[in-house]
């Protein structure tokens, strides 16, 4: 078992490295699209508010005298500060992107790995499927590109993840509030978020766990739906 893990491991650096080069842009070179700050005009909704917010300016979408009305959700925007603060140049939104990507990666190999891989044999679903995912030319584009899908992609394999654990206290707090915070990357988000709840919950019944599981549920639940509208 420990050889298969092993293997596993090394599969995984290897594909690993095999999408950074794919993802590679030189995000500070004019020979790139990332300058362009694509696509239009979602990445102006997600990268003004926290281009202003730390310009002093606050976080709107006010620019060049002109005052705009949001409509996206925030929580990317938010994710997007701290690269800003630090670098205080745009286009560093390509390494945010590129952390969100290499951990969206993580976290796929793992569901993989646990849900398919006991022996060597079967190494070889987790190689494919990993080939698979790290050669997809929508996959390795997104980095470069300013979209909710970056982070979007990593709420809901983490979601997912969170679906296979234990299910206790903290698990089930962590996945109620992972599962908000889709929404506050994007409205399309809204159907597959409620989805993930309704299965967890049917879950939770199916199980017949104690009644602080799901008292815990229906806390959290309420909590987040109530901080969320």
Known sequence: MKKTRNLAI??????????????????????????????????????????????????????????????????????????????????????????????????FSFIVYKQFVSSNRKLVILGTLQF????????YTMPSLLMAENPSLFL???????????RNKPTIIFFVIVSFAQMLIKFSNIPLTLCLLFLYAIHLYKQRLYRSAIVTFIISFICCGAGLF
Request: no cysteine; net charge positive.
């Open 132 to 139: 698979l995912y790290t050669t997809s030319f929508y996959i």
């Open 156 to 166: 809901i394999l983490l979601s997912m993840v969170l679906f296979t654990l234990p």
């Open 10 to 107: 090394g599969i995984s650096f290897f594909f690993l490295i095999l999408f950074v080069l794919l993802s590679y842009k030189d995000a500070f070179s004019v020979r790139t699209l990332v300058p362009n700050v694509e696509p239009y005009p979602d990445s102006l909704y997600y990268s003004i508010p926290a281009w202003n917010f730390v310009s002093g300016k606050g976080f709107n979408m006010n620019v060049y005298g002109m005052k705009g009305v949001s409509i996206v959700p925030p929580l990317y925007s938010f994710y997007l500060i701290p690269f800003f603060a630090i670098v205080r140049d745009i286009r560093v939104y390509y390494f945010a992107n590129m952390i969100l990507s290499i951990g969206s990666y993580l976290i």
